[in-house]
């Protein structure tokens, strides 16, 4: 069955930096562009970074400058790699499989949890 797992989150003085990690199975990782997506406590979630089908790498605002989105194709995993980190970063990080033309998310990982104080 198709699973998304993250890992990587914790905790870190601002302006420090984190890794996260999304390791993807049990579909075909080609056929589908990866993002990840932010929850800040009494906000909406929200998209901050998608890797699409032709390498492309699309940031929020936010994020933009400081975050960066890879994907490791042999590994089936794609990374996001969180520098220059501010106390509003702070939130669960969830790595979510989405078609690229219907931009329908298919599937969803559990999060994980990132503080920075």
């Known amino acids: 069955h198709v699973q998304l797992v993250e890992s990587g989150g914790g905790a870190v003085e601002a302006g420090g930096s984190l890794t996260l990690s999304c390791v993807q199975s049990?579909?075909?990782?080609?056929?589908?562009?990866m993002s990840w997506y932010r929850q800040v406590p009494g906000q909406e979630r929200e998209e901050i970074a998608v890797?699409?089908?032709?390498?492309?790498?699309t940031y929020s605002n936010p994020v933009k400058g400081r975050f960066t989105i890879t994907h490791d194709k042999p590994q089936d995993t794609t990374y996001l790699q969180m520098n220059m980190l501010r106390p509003e970063d702070s939130g669960v990080y969830t790595c979510?499989?989405?078609?690229?033309?219907?931009?329908?998310?298919?599937?969803w990982g559990r999060g994980t949890q990132v503080t920075v104080s």
């Open positions: 890797y699409e089908a032709d390498g492309t790498r």
């Open positions: 979510a499989a989405k078609g690229c033309w219907t931009r329908s998310v298919y599937w």
């Open positions: 049990g579909y075909t990782t080609d056929s589908y562009c």
